[in-house]
């Protein structure tokens, strides 16, 4: 209905901001009965909290609304999620002197979705597009999120505007409220309706979200959730000389981090108040400037709800979601991660300041996103917040030849509905908030394959959503990274549609290096593309090395040093007997499953941890390692630990400090020898000019070794050579440039610290005997 046509006319009624239960009544009445004036946002009423009216009244229409309530009684009123008027048991406790500060309402308007604040008061805007009836709920400041609530019904007459419903509240807090909606609709499921009237839902365009204040407390491990804001507090200062680090893509080395785990565990030495919290990751930033890496990628900090698995019984019931890819809201930032308990408001303040500070430390913001599917799960054993009850049709994708039931191409029960218009504005609302509102550098999108499907789940050539964030305005000067597959086999790796944008998680590459390293025939060739940014892939158009984000470990899978360590995976303490996790490890244990004290065993290991990170240093494009591979961290095993808060996952800062220091040694000072030489960072692939391969038998299918040498224009060259043979192999060098000689920087073979020399060791022969399972790295110096 236009605007224009509101009739200008309200109903005034008392409330009481102490007390109140629940009531679902109509909220407006018609024009005519009217006799009040209003704000000049449209027609409006005051609504009560401590209700006190009539029978008489109550029954005079379905459309009226109830003035006074007295006492205790039981009235007969319209309930809009029926068919049929039901028996409401309406029960006024409030003293009455409590009961006379009025709540002024009025239509509002259709934008912007969301919260927001306007002149008097605060706007309410969300979409449904198949919702018959749709109620606000607002809990005020001081109440708990189970409370009683104010529910004020939408007509759909005033108060929807095509598929936006919207009421404008005046003199509302202007922070500390809690909302949400209550909306019905059809319930055909075949038709792919999933409209629960019974639950308060989180309104998507929320920006703050209020749920339980501590991480993994299971003593509330029912709490809900609902959206809330804040319109009180002043604007976060970043600080007169703030300047975001604009690292070019081919310089970044990425760090892949959980924001909890970094810091939750004791050893951590930070007070418990910011163990895990955005604040303890400022605390340790001295440690990713001492291991040389400018780009953390935060593992999800949307968010989530880490008890999940605690709802009901179930074979996962002891865990807790500590990786995050559950994702309750897209615009909310983890409340939990806030320090001592602090809520959603400093939640949000203090990931500003962790931004601010990383930023100031020169090191870039990349957060993980997950718009391929949502918390609310399955059709078998849902968990509704949000998106399933405000228009699941919509939302989600859905098997209309199958019942109408969800469609599953992420794993983990429903699939977003990511190329639906408004599913898609959502999106480009949520990436544009995070990086205006919280100054991120970019995002990795987790099973990036599901934005490229269609609304029946059908691959599209040209996705709408992929290209446009590719060229957005805001976006496009962003890094954009793909995880370019999903769990229904779109596997798009070097086929990801990008508009020259969109890097790519590069799992061929991971594949390749993992078994020539460890010693597979035949990988030579593969091993020597990857290194070279693996042009296979990318070299289309006017793509990049750098649009390939190399990586030998990831969150999940095997850590380092469980690549090294085990043949199988362990995963029995995840509840689900070793069903859920990879298979295809492409790991070697090095003669030993699991832990061992033998030396051998032991060095052998080291090596190979070395020689993975080599060559993952060397390599043109973007790499990426993971948090506490730079001590060795372990997970016994377990190669998909995304429910364990405890060790299994937490940095050991305490073993920075023991025998595995020398580990970190080696991969900082791997990570700033590749920082300070352009030959391994370069804008375009290789030509011949830049690399000599010194190999003439290609295709020997036996062969595991690989030499080949990097050219620098002023002569300060680097050779290099991999030996996978479990023997020892004396490699040729070739001559160094003009007036210059060969230095020997590295020899994973060696121990500490002759392992890594900065300055180089002079004295190389025309010959090197490269011990197995070893690498080397000369460079040519005056």
């Known amino acids: 209905m236009d605007a224009l046509l509101y009739s200008q006319q309200g109903i005034e009624m008392p409330y009481s901001p102490i007390r109140y239960s629940k009531v679902k009544l109509p909220l407006f009445a018609s024009a005519a009965s009217s006799k009040h004036s209003c704000s000049p946002v449209g027609a409006c009423c005051l609504f009560p909290m401590g209700l006190r009216s009539s029978k008489n009244m109550l029954q005079s229409s379905k ?78 400041p001081g109440r708990r999120l189970d409370s009683a609530a104010v529910e004020l019904t939408l007509d759909p007459q005033m108060n929807r505007t095509g598929d936006i419903w919207h009421i404008f509240v005046e003199d509302l807090p202007r922070h500390g409220v809690l909302y949400g909606y209550r909306i019905d609709g059809p319930r055909e499921w075949k038709q792919g309706h999933r409209f629960d009237s019974s639950v308060v839902l989180i309104d998507p365009y929320a920006k703050l979200v209020e749920g339980r204040r501590f991480f993994g407390d299971s003593k509330d491990k029912m709490s809900k959730f609902l959206g809330t804001y804040d319109f009180t507090s002043l604007p976060f200062d970043w600080g007169e000389n703030y300047k975001f680090p604009s690292i070019p893509e081919k310089d970044l080395v990425i760090y892949e981090m959980n924001v909890r785990s970094f810091t939750a565990d004791e050893s951590s030495g930070l007070d418990p108040d910011i163990r895990g919290s955005y604040l303890g990751v400022i605390e340790k930033i001295p440690h990713l400037l001492e291991l040389g890496i400018n780009a953390v990628e935060l593992l999800p900090v949307f968010e989530f709800d880490e008890l999940e698995f605690q709802r009901r019984p179930n074979p996962r019931d002891h865990m807790i979601n500590t990786w995050g890819y559950s994702t309750i809201n897209f615009f909310a930032p983890m409340s939990r991660y806030a320090s001592s308990g602090g809520g959603s408001i400093a939640a949000s303040r203090e990931f500003k300041e962790m931004v601010k500070a990383l930023h100031a430390a020169g090191i870039e913001v990349i957060l993980d996103v997950v718009y391929n599917h949502t918390n609310e799960a399955d059709d078998k054993n849902p968990y509704t917040t949000s998106f399933r009850g405000i228009d699941n049709k919509v939302y989600y994708m859905v098997d209309f030849n199958n019942n109408g039931q969800l469609l599953n191409f992420s794993g983990c029960g429903n699939t977003l509905n990511c190329n639906h218009p408004v599913v898609m504005e959502l999106i480009l609302g949520s990436l544009r908030h995070w990086v205006t509102e919280y100054h991120v550098d970019g995002f990795r999108f987790d099973l990036a394959s599901v934005l490229c499907r269609g609304m029946d789940g059908s691959p599209l050539n040209a996705p709408p959503i992929i290209k446009a964030i590719a060229k957005d305005a805001t976006l496009s000067r962003c890094k954009i990274i793909a995880e370019p597959w999903d769990c229904g086999g779109l596997y798009l790796v070097g086929k990801f549609p990008n508009w020259d944008k969109w890097a790519e998680w590069n799992g061929k590459y991971r594949d390749d290096i993992r078994r020539f390293i460890k010693g597979d025939q035949g990988m030579k060739g593969s091993f020597a593309t990857c290194v070279a940014g693996s042009s296979d892939l990318y070299k289309v158009n006017k793509r990049k090395p750098y649009h390939s984000v190399n990586f030998v470990i990831a969150h999940d899978g095997f850590t380092l040093n469980d690549l090294v360590s085990y043949n199988i995976k362990h995963n029995e303490a995840n509840g689900e007997g070793g069903k859920d996790g990879s298979n295809d490890n492409l790991s070697w244990n090095c003669g030993f499953e699991g832990e061992t004290t033998d030396a051998n065993v032991k060095a052998l290991r080291s090596r190979q941890m070395k020689n993975f990170h080599m060559a993952l240093m060397i390599s043109q494009g973007i790499p990426m390692m993971l948090m506490g591979d730079e001590y060795g961290h372990t997970r016994y095993g377990n190669n998909n630990s995304y429910g364990h808060d405890t060790a299994i996952n937490h940095f050991q800062w305490r073993l920075l400090g023991s025998g595995r220091s020398n580990q970190f040694r080696f991969f900082s000072e791997m990570i700033k020898f590749r920082q300070k030489h352009s030959v391994f960072r370069k804008e375009n692939f290789l030509s011949e000019n830049d690399v000599t391969w010194h190999e003439d038998n290609w295709d020997n299918y036996e062969s595991k070794f690989l030499a080949f040498t990097l050219h620098d224009n002023l002569g300060g060259d680097i050779y290099m050579a991999f030996n996978a043979h479990d023997y020892f192999l004396r490699a040729i060098i070739p001559s160094p440039p003009q007036k210059r000689r060969w230095f020997r920087v590295v020899d994973t073979n060696l121990e500490s610290p002759d392992d890594f020399v900065p300055e180089g060791v002079p004295g190389i022969e025309r010959t090197y005997n490269i011990a197995p399972y070893s690498s080397i790295l000369l460079e040519a110096k005056p």
């Open 63 to 140: 459309r009226s609304l109830i003035n006074e309530v007295s006492g205790r009684a039981k009235y007969k009123v319209t309930n809009v999620y029926e068919r049929h008027a039901q028996e409401t048991v309406i029960e006024e406790a409030a003293e009455r002197s409590e009961l006379n500060v009025p709540m002024k309402v009025s239509p509002g308007q259709a934008f912007p979705l969301g919260a927001s604040e306007m002149e008097n008061g605060i706007n309410f805007a969300i979409f449904s597009q198949h919702a018959t009836a749709v109620m606000l709920c607002l809990s005020l």
